[in-house]
């Protein structure tokens, strides 16, 4: 006790390094918010760059780069990241590190990324997070692709990641048993629709329309490029006649692909809600 106040091998200081220190400090303190911001954007930027995401459009979240971040900042349900688990996937894809950030702020998009980069759960697992659990209203998301065995493949995926949650997916594929099945009753038992803009818009087209998308939240467009093809020039029409059945105050759209096609750009420019257009690869 004599001895306090006086240095000792354990407290003695070297002044330098606490100068240092406090200069540290100091410009740490200093920052002004710009500074902060400025920090901030180069970190993103440093990020996208890493991965090879660009991006066009306004205020756009940072990348997540590990599923357990995403997980955190979201606060993703728990049965989800473990299904994302039991798939295998370790950390996300990069057109996954940016395209769900963005669909789980309810951003509109247009989301480019070569065949076989996962865009599939890229869309999958923002719209089982929004839609929360299950409501017994009907569809609440629908994703439209190109052809049955595509609308199929993801159909399974989307049952391996709602798996636990309660959500419950269908796949349209013979139009016959569609009809049947969409009583106004029976398509309640259902969350999310799976199905090639045809056999919807045959649906949607009957007298009375012999299925709803009133409560539809989101509508995802995969292999758009595909959809968009010369040859198809009517899905610009089958696309009007699925909007205009949604209800348009809450209704999300997100467009995928394989390539930046010019007219799926344009068309996504011209019509999505303050679009955001992002791309990996190149
Ligand atoms: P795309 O739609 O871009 O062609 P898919 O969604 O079909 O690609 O994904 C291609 C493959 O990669 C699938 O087998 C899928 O299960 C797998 N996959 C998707 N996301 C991940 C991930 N984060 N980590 C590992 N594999 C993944």
Redesign the pocket.
């Known amino acids: 006790e004599e001895n306090e106040g006086y240095p000792t091998e354990d407290n003695i200081v070297d002044p330098r390094a606490e100068i240092k220190a406090l200069r540290r400090e100091r410009r740490k303190k200093t920052k002004t918010p710009k500074e902060v911001a400025a920090l901030k954007k180069e970190e993103i930027s440093r990020k996208r760059k890493a991965h090879k995401i660009h991006v066009q459009g306004s205020d756009i979240p940072t990348p997540v780069e590990t599923f357990e971040e995403l997980a955190q900042q979201f606060s993703i349900k728990e049965e989800l990241i473990k299904n994302i688990q039991t798939?295998?996937?370790?950390?996300?894809?990069p057109?996954?590190m940016q395209a769900i950030p963005l669909m789980l702020k309810k951003r509109e998009i247009l989301a480019c990324?070569?065949?076989?980069?996962?865009?599939?759960?890229a869309f999958l697992v923002p719209i089982i997070h929004c839609l929360g659990a299950p409501q017994k209203k009907g569809f609440r998301a629908v994703i439209v692709s190109p052809t049955r065995e595509l609308a199929n493949?993801t159909h399974r995926?989307c049952v391996k990641l709602t798996e636990g949650i309660g959500l419950r997916c269908h796949v349209i594929d013979n139009v016959g048993k569609a009809t049947q099945k969409f009583g106004p009753k029976s398509s309640q038992r259902f969350d999310i629709l799976i199905t090639t803009p045809n056999r919807l818009v045959f649906l949607l087209s009957q007298e009375p329309p012999a299925i709803s998308l009133k409560n539809v939240e989101w509508l995802i467009v995969d292999e758009s490029d595909k959809l968009f093809e010369e040859g198809r020039q009517g899905f610009r029409d089958q696309l009007g006649a699925i909007y205009r059945a949604c209800d348009s105050n809450q209704i999300r759209r997100a467009f995928f692909s394989?390539t930046f096609a010019f007219d799926v750009q344009e068309w996504c420019k011209l019509n999505l809600d303050n679009v955001v257009m992002l791309t990996v690869g190149q």
């Open positions: 798939r295998g996937y370790e950390v996300p894809t057109i996954q990324a070569p065949t076989g980069s996962g865009k599939t759960a493949q995926e394989a």
